[in-house]
């Protein structure tokens, strides 16, 4: 689902310097004199070559993404899941329909028919913090699927995602 592939690691690109000197105290983990929970983010050479190559190639992996959006939205269009914005500013780094309902068994079965639908995110924020009282980000989550939609996908293979889904989902 990444925008760009460089193995692990990333890049954060900014003008404002505040973000960029957190970013800086972030990837350098160790030799602190401070309790602020850091990671060693820092990419090998080869990772930052391997990202060098993919931002050249960025524009077409967005405009893949965006034709691929165009493909689910117009063939989901009526049937019982709500869509992600249609703006054309989205690079659509996921598509996630909120199927009004847990998404649980949706997955499982899109699962054993080879197509690789999630949540959004593995596991909510606050429930890695040990937090309660977000009834809403719960149920969200449990109502949200992300549907596959890496620009390596063949047109095939979107048919295939396409035909799947529908049929799974429940008729209007």
Same mark, same amino acid.
């Given at each position: 689902?990444?925008?760009?592939?460089?193995?692990?690691?990333?890049?954060?690109?900014?003008?404002?310097?505040?973000?960029?000197?957190?970013?800086?105290?972030?990837?350098?983990? @160790?030799?602190?004199?401070?309790?602020?929970? =850091? &990671?060693?983010?820092?990419?090998?050479?080869?990772? $930052? +070559?391997?990202? *060098?190559?993919?931002?050249?190639?960025?524009?077409?992996?967005?405009?893949?993404?965006?034709?691929?959006?165009?493909r689910l939205r117009a063939?989901?269009?009526?049937?019982?899941?709500?869509?992600?914005? @249609?703006?054309?500013?989205?690079?659509?780094? =996921? &598509?996630?329909?909120?199927?009004?309902?847990?998404? $649980? +068994?949706?997955? *499982?079965?899109?699962?054993?028919?080879?197509?690789?639908?999630?949540?959004?995110?593995?596991?909510?924020l606050h429930r890695l913090?040990?937090?309660?009282?977000?009834?809403?980000?719960?149920?969200?989550?449990?109502?949200?699927?992300?549907?596959?939609?890496?620009?390596?996908?063949?047109?095939?293979?979107?048919?295939?995602?396409?035909?799947?889904?529908?049929?799974?989902?429940?008729?209007?």
């Amino acid at each position: 689902t990444k925008v760009l592939a460089t193995g692990e690691g990333g890049m954060v690109a900014t003008a404002a310097r505040s973000l960029a000197a957190t970013v800086r105290d972030l990837k350098t983990y @160790d030799q602190k004199d401070d309790y602020r929970l =850091r &990671f060693n983010y820092k990419m090998t050479d080869i990772q $930052a +070559a391997v990202g *060098r190559v993919q931002l050249g190639r960025l524009d077409g992996f967005i405009r893949r993404r965006r034709e691929i959006a165009g493909r689910l939205r117009a063939a989901f269009q009526g049937l019982p899941v709500r869509l992600p914005p @249609d703006d054309p500013g989205h690079i659509y780094f =996921r &598509f996630v329909v909120d199927l009004g309902a847990d998404g $649980a +068994a949706f997955i *499982r079965r899109a699962h054993q028919e080879g197509i690789g639908c999630e949540r959004p995110v593995h596991t909510p924020l606050h429930r890695l913090q040990h937090l309660a009282g977000f009834a809403l980000t719960e149920r969200a989550w449990k109502q949200s699927v992300s549907i596959p939609i890496h620009p390596s996908l063949s047109d095939a293979e979107v048919g295939r995602i396409i035909d799947v889904v529908s049929r799974l989902l429940p008729a209007p």
